[in-house]
């Protein structure tokens, strides 16, 4: 572990001993405060990611026409073309008002489109796996690593990135037992511990968001002198 991850996970064992313990664990009891913050900050992170995403899924292309022989370069263009407009979709989602409405529910759509195009474009080079390079493939197998690690982009409770995880999780048991090229020679336990560190590691993170959210908000909605709202 690299020290901010070391000063992430101190600082979320050290609030384990706090009364904010358990708002990290779920968003039930959030102020109102806390809540709408929180929701401009994950949507505004949101668009910006969806915005990278969608270009550098489409520029890609010129990798894959490289180093992918035809016609299998040409199908992961149209599946490229297709995520790229769903990160684009997702960036462009209205944003009006925030009330009954859930960090999830705009997480859901950023992490469902790596997650499909991981399960999609693996079933695309196991079809057709001599016409991939080593390079293409390497690109691929590490897609699901790239998700895990964007949970730290986060302020998420770990009920939401435990949510999220599994679906990460569930994506790569699936891929795993229907093309074992997947692992790339490893076992899949091996590979799923892979995950789960990398997975953990992206939740201490966003968990230390949160709470540094938790507190900036109430320090800003309390009277310096008197402590009051």
């Given at each position: 572990?690299?020290?901010?991850?070391?000063?992430?996970?101190?600082?979320?064992?050290?609030?384990?001993?706090?009364?904010?313990?358990?708002?990290?664990?779920?968003?039930?009891?959030?102020?109102?405060?806390?809540?709408?913050?929180?929701?401009?900050?994950?949507?505004?992170?949101?668009?910006?990611?969806?915005?990278?995403?969608?270009?550098?899924?489409?520029?890609?292309?010129?990798?894959?026409?490289?180093?992918?022989?035809?016609p299998l370069w040409g199908q992961?263009?149209?599946?490229?073309?297709?995520?790229?407009?769903?990160?684009?979709?997702?960036?462009?989602?209205?944003?009006?008002?925030?009330?009954?409405?859930?960090?999830?529910?705009?997480?859901?759509?950023?992490?469902?489109?790596?997650?499909?195009?991981?399960?999609?474009?693996?079933?695309?080079?196991?079809?057709?796996?001599?016409?991939?390079?080593?390079?293409?493939?390497?690109?691929?197998?590490?897609?699901?690593?790239?998700?895990?690690?964007?949970?730290?982009?986060?302020?998420?409770?770990?009920?939401?990135?435990?949510?999220?995880?599994?679906?990460?999780?569930?994506?790569?048991?699936?891929?795993?037992l229907l093309w074992p090229a997947?692992?790339?020679?490893?076992?899949?336990?091996?590979?799923?511990?892979?995950?789960?560190?990398?997975?953990?590691?992206?939740?201490?993170?966003?968990?230390?968001?949160?709470?540094?959210?938790?507190?900036?908000?109430?320090?800003?909605?309390?009277?310096?002198?008197?402590?009051?709202?």
């Amino acid at each position: 572990l690299n020290a901010p991850s070391i000063a992430s996970v101190k600082i979320v064992m050290d609030s384990l001993t706090r009364p904010e313990a358990r708002l990290l664990l779920t968003a039930g009891g959030h102020s109102l405060a806390v809540s709408r913050e929180r929701f401009g900050f994950v949507r505004a992170r949101v668009q910006q990611v969806s915005v990278v995403f969608s270009v550098l899924t489409i520029l890609w292309i010129a990798m894959d026409a490289i180093t992918i022989s035809w016609p299998l370069w040409g199908q992961l263009a149209v599946l490229r073309a297709a995520a790229s407009l769903a990160f684009l979709a997702t960036a462009m989602r209205p944003t009006k008002g925030w009330l009954g409405k859930t960090v999830f529910a705009q997480l859901a759509p950023l992490f469902a489109v790596p997650v499909v195009f991981f399960l999609l474009s693996n079933l695309m080079l196991s079809d057709s796996h001599r016409q991939a390079s080593l390079a293409a493939s390497t690109a691929y197998h590490y897609l699901r690593f790239i998700v895990a690690a964007g949970l730290s982009l986060f302020p998420l409770t770990v009920l939401e990135s435990a949510v999220i995880a599994g679906a990460i999780f569930g994506a790569m048991a699936v891929a795993a037992l229907l093309w074992p090229a997947v692992v790339d020679g490893q076992s899949l336990m091996m590979t799923l511990w892979r995950l789960v560190v990398i997975a953990g590691i992206g939740v201490l993170a966003s968990s230390s968001q949160l709470l540094f959210l938790m507190q900036l908000t109430d320090q800003s909605t309390r009277d310096g002198l008197t402590g009051l709202l």
